[in-house]
């Protein structure tokens, strides 16, 4: 199985095992795990949240969480098990010929230390500076990540700087002793797409400079076809198919891997359905009691056999692998149609706002002068009945201040906002009170939005407890029960705490609550992100539903260009506040006529993996940082 | 240099803040103490004088003019450094506050250094045994210890060392016999500036035992917040990086993990110490130590309102300067609040 | 029957509660297990050590103080001061804190401005004196060291619930609730109240060890209630004078404080680990 070379491969794993204990049981968390890395290789590692794919990482440091450990195999570093390996030795390579780079740069570096300290504390320990000539040797390093005014960089820290700077910095950190072996786990998640796309070119550009082997761990396919040499797809803690990067993405053998292609929205071309994968993928404890194939409850191919024995990784190509007894019927997964194009019944606009602006203000004291801020500057938009409308726009950029004006948890410092033909800018009592027949939120981030001590069903009916519109508590049982099939949730659920639900049920929850008096408009901040495809595709689907049969329109908020792409009919683009660029989705996306929307288009890797995909350095004017 | 500047304008505003505190705190002082029952103008003549005497005295001193007026006069003198003449001990409040004050403070600050060893390396032992065995029976140890407050521990070392065993004195700050040098009034300092070698060490033995009271109790509280913020800076992403750039352990608790962690332990401390300046009192008066505390007791005991006041307004710009000194020393670890 | 729920498993909690109920039985039932009238003077039998010592009495298992009063029934009498003290303190302080805390941290601005400096002014005392010199205002009485402790404790509850407040009050669900129209009080009471809880449970319980230590440092000089009640404060006042004939009338007091503060502590403690609550130290900014 192990794929041929003329190399020595710097990393390769043998049935490599590992388990977690839990209580007096063990669950396998990695299972028969078979790859090798050659020098100056990039292997992508791809999978849903809980695959396994970080835990690879933890293996090679040995750094593992508390009752993890290797139950069996090898996991051979030129040719040496780091599992047996004496600790001192392992702690030895770290840092020097292995590296690491983390999935939030700015929590990565020492909040208390300058950059300059933790640079030097490092290049000291490798052994590439001693004395006061660390300091050139720093300024080296920062100039081949293409990080500016090194000499003044050494002074500051972490906090004065982005994200995307402290990244260069973790990435300067990692290359600066030319180590063997790289790995980098979700190192662009954190960043806005057009920093991104930048750091995954500069690990590519450094790494060809060392010839370094790369694990480059990320949840997206296609970002990990763009940059990878070879990709492995796990799927519940073993891999589900391995190949050359190209060819697995543009020919995939597992049923797994295709789905997960079609549930992620494309960027060009025509639009196309999403494919919803059913479900989620089986808990540690679902398993280990587990025979077939682990893919089979989700699986749109599966058959009798596939439950009865566990598939091997099969040949089924040069260098490509897949654990699938039925890899010949994958193509034949194709997504659905797209939802018919709806009209939009009505030309009537529901919401308008014009010249909207929104000031921060520093807290509140009587000596100092309060600074203010414009999160928010000038900003016309309108919505109409039944459309959905995107705004998209980097972190910091105003979205979301736009998004707590619009449903009036704050109040505009100037403009006017005008709903169903009625001024609600000045956001008073009344203005409330009407607001709240029209709009509602649907919140970010579903760990925050719910109130963990509260029921389910008490959270969905939430409105009701509202003063004048008391109801009885069969009454509201009722709707509960209603909403809850409405959104796909089990009955019983109502009896539930947030803390017992997974991160797409609750989002899905938080839907709920947000339509239970049937508002007009929903406004969804970031509802989608920090989910898995699937569990994303499953969301966007509802949505669209929902739509169909209460005919509600969105203010859709997201940083995710394909999936606005694939809901919204219109999309504004803000840049600092202000917007940049509106206008229907279509043509704003095929052709985009503000540099800043050209540049965030071009930070999205392509669909297609022969497409060169070349972000644009912005514009000038348009420059992050 | 910048560092200067920003701790010279915290220095600054903390200063012109300080003000206002104090001049309410000054005013709360005044206020509750003249609901007081008794009358200072009587306490203030012998027990035999006539109504219209007291009458006298009383318009004498302010009495029967309106509450504000009263208090405006009082921070007139105040401003001049008059804080009025003590009626039990028929002497200036000043002078009394000047000649025990530094006693207090030579307590208090030994103290504190006390608290902040047993503390930190309570704090550093607790979290080096997290996960162990030892810990549950370190972490019940230190819950413990902090239901024992320093009136507690007094009493109890005294019980021990001094009345049990006898190997301390508990009594005063120097045996008799011994002559007290008075140069700055603190007699540590004095006994080694004139050079009395015996006599600093005579006193050092006498404030073995206050100090450790205090220090001690106080020490749990810090051992509990160390270890906790290290638990937290131990789950931050930069200690799982640095141990993935191969440091050593040790380096990364020192360098890494301390340095986060002290912060929080440090702005605990501010409140801390304040707290142990007004613990003095008790520990004062436990071993019959000639400080503020016992002052203030003696003139509570005999309704000197000039000296309640006049010490407790010390006791506030005591805890007043700790926070400041405090809060001084996190701008300087603190590169968050230090630099934009 | 319902299981056990998830605090009362907690072994601290248990502790805590145990050596509570046996202080609130002893406070309760004084005269029924009080072998003696605490205030009786026997003149004829002053410091007799207890009753495991040379020349113990049987009447008196714990011996006898300086005016020869039972040093058992005045121990067993000073609970009811202790836990009353412990008790109403730190209801009062609890209401008066988390009053103003929910106020401070829920509407920010200037009422938050306003409520952060008169705690600032409050904490520049140290509580012992601000104590002392409220019960010198005050008088003497159970009443007023009650007050007393009410007026100095409450910005403990205060400082250390707003943080909590304020990073409640970011949540979501917060917003979620305003927008379907709850008025602030129901926001208050519905959505941050309930995870203000367990903090404030745990600090009250924290917070009635204090009060027990106030008032016995009242009640050692003299500023809390009149000698013609059991406290155990005064015991030690009492005791210091005869330090080397009776040592033990030193000990009985200074024991029954630390097992009533631990008592509590170990109870807060435990409460502490299982509704999951962190105490946050101050923000200091
Ligand atoms: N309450 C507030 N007080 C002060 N500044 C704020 C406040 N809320 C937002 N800001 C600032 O306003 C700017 C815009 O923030 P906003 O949250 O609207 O951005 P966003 O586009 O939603 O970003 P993200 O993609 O990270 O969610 C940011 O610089 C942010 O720091
Ligand atoms: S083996 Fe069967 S269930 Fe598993 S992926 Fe292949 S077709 Fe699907
Ligand atoms: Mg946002």
Known sequence: MAIPSANNPILSAKNLCVESLGGKESFPVLTDLNFSLEPGKILGLVGESGAGKSMI???????????????????????????????????????????????????????????????????????????????????????????????????????????????????????????????????????????????????????????????????????????????????????????????LFSAPAHPYTRCLQLANPNISGPRRGLFILPERMPGLRVLKELKGCRFASRCPNAIEACTETEPPLADIGPNHIAACIRTEKTPDIVPPPLAPGREIASTRIHLNGEKLTKAYTTAWSPFAKRSAFKAVNSVDFTLGEGEFVGIVGESGSGKSSLARLVVGLDTPTDGRITLAGRDVTANGRSEKAYRRQYIQMVFQDPQSALNPRRRIGSIVTQANEASGLHTGARERMDRAAELLKEIGLPPDAAMRFPSQLSGGQKQRVNIARALCTLPRILVADEIVSGLDVSVQAQLLDLLLKLRDEHGFSMLFISHDLSVVRYLCDRVLVMYRGEVVENGETETVFADPRHPYTRSLLAAVPPDDVNTEWSPVAAEAGYQIE | MRMFATIAKLLVKRVLTAIPILLIVSALLFCILRILPVDPAAMSLPPNATVQEVEAMRAEMGLNLPLYQQYGIWLNKLFHGDIGRSIHFRQDVTSLIGSTLPATIELAVIAMGVATVFGLAGGLFLFYVRGTRAEAAMDFLSILLLSLPEFLWSLFLLL?????????????????????????????????????????LNALEHMILPCLALGIALSPSLMRVLRSSLLDAYQDDYIQQARLRGLSEKRILIRHGLKNAILPTLSLMGVQFGFLFGGTLLVEIIYSYPGMGNLMVDAIRNADLPIIQGAGLTYCIAVLVISIVVDSLYLILNPKLRVR | MRPLPLWLKSGRVQTGLVIIFILAVCAIFAPYLAPNDPNEQNLLSILTPPIWADGGDAMFPLGTDSLGRCVLSRLIFGARVALTVAFSASIGAMIIGAFFAHVAGYFGGWVDWLIGRVVEIWLSFPPVILSLILMVGLGTGLRNVVLAIVLVDWTRFCRVLRSEVIVLRRRDYVSAAQLVGFSHWRTITREILPGTLPLLITLMSLEMGVAIIVEAILSFVGMSVGSETAAWGQMIADARQNIYDAPFNLIAPIFAIFFAVFGFNILGDGLRRTLDTRLTQTERT
């Open chain 1, 57 to 247: 990482g933890r293996t090679i440091s040995q750094y593992l969480p508390n009752g993890f450990s290797v139950t069996k195999g090898t996991l051979a570093f030129d040719g040496e098990d780091l599992v047996t390996m004496a600790a001192e030795r392992r702690r030895n390579l770290l840092g020097r010929d292995i590296a690491f780079i983390p999935q939030e740069p700015l929590s990565g570096l020492n909040p208390v230390l300058t950059v300059g300290q933790q640079m030097k504390e490092h290049l000291l320990r490798i052994g590439l500076a001693a004395g006061e000539n660390w300091r050139e040797r720093a300024l080296k390093e920062f100039e081949a990540v293409h990080l500016p005014h090194g000499a003044a960089l050494l002074e500051k820290y972490p906090h004065q700087l982005s994200g995307g700077m402290c990244q260069r910095i973790l990435i300067a950190m990692a290359f600066a002793s030319r180590p063997r072996l790289l790995i980098a786990d979700e190192p662009t998640t954190a960043l806005d797409v057009t920093i991104q796309a930048r750091i995954v070119k500069l690990i590519a550009e450094m790494q060809k400079r060392d010839g370094t082997a790369v694990i480059f761990i990320t949840h997206d396919l296609r970002l990990a076809s763009q940059i990878s040499d070879e990709i492995m797809v796990l799927y519940a803690g073993r891999p589900a198919e391995r190949g050359p990067a190209k060819q």
């Open chain 2, 160 to 200: 021990i060392f001094g009345v049990f065993f006898e190997v301390l004195p508990f009594t005063g700050r120097l045996s008799p016999g011994f002559e007290r040098p008075v140069v700055t009034g603190f007699l540590l300092l004095d006994s080694l500036i004139t050079g009395k070698i015996p006599t600093f």
